[in-house]
């Protein structure tokens, strides 16, 4: 008989909501700045972010990410910035929708080594240079409002 083609099937990665730290800190001028980071692998513009870790509520999960990938740590707000969506490319080629909830991090501290070191450019900027920095039409808009208490 025939035999099976050997074919990966990928399963959907559970569940389809990450979390993301919007870090900021104000400037010598008293301004606010923010984080961007490039991603791996398409060295687009984006925010530390990543699926939920278990044990860790969503703020603390956005806050670990945003040590990972970007060696910044602080205070985590509790109430969210806002949410955007985006469409990741799974290994297997396939997109998936994923919905991001965002906290904001007022950054106390940058290490000098990080999980993610190299792998990745960091970038302090205004606000206003930041939205039109990024992709995604959501985050553009939810980085253009952002002010922080």
Not at 85 to 92: C, D, I, M, T
Request: charged share 35%; no cysteine; hydrophobic share 35%.
């Amino acid at each position: 008989m025939g035999r099976k083609a050997d074919i990966r099937v990928e399963p959907d990665r559970e569940p389809r909501e990450q979390y993301a730290a919007l870090p900021w800190r104000r400037g010598a001028n008293g301004a606010v700045e923010v984080l961007l980071i490039t991603s791996r692998e398409t060295r687009r513009w984006v925010i530390p972010k990543g699926w939920p870790i278990k044990g860790l509520k969503s703020p603390k999960s956005a806050a670990r990410e945003a040590y990972e990938e970007a060696g910044v740590t602080g205070d985590v707000g509790k109430q969210k910035v806002g949410v955007y969506h985006y469409e990741k490319r799974l290994a297997s080629g396939r997109l998936q929708h994923v919905k991001v909830t965002v906290y904001p991090l007022r950054v106390e501290a940058e290490a000098d080594s990080w999980p993610e070191k190299g792998q990745r450019e960091k970038l302090w900027t205004s606000i206003d240079d930041a939205a039109p920095r990024v992709a995604e039409p959501e985050l553009q808009s939810l980085i253009a409002a952002f002010r922080p208490k």
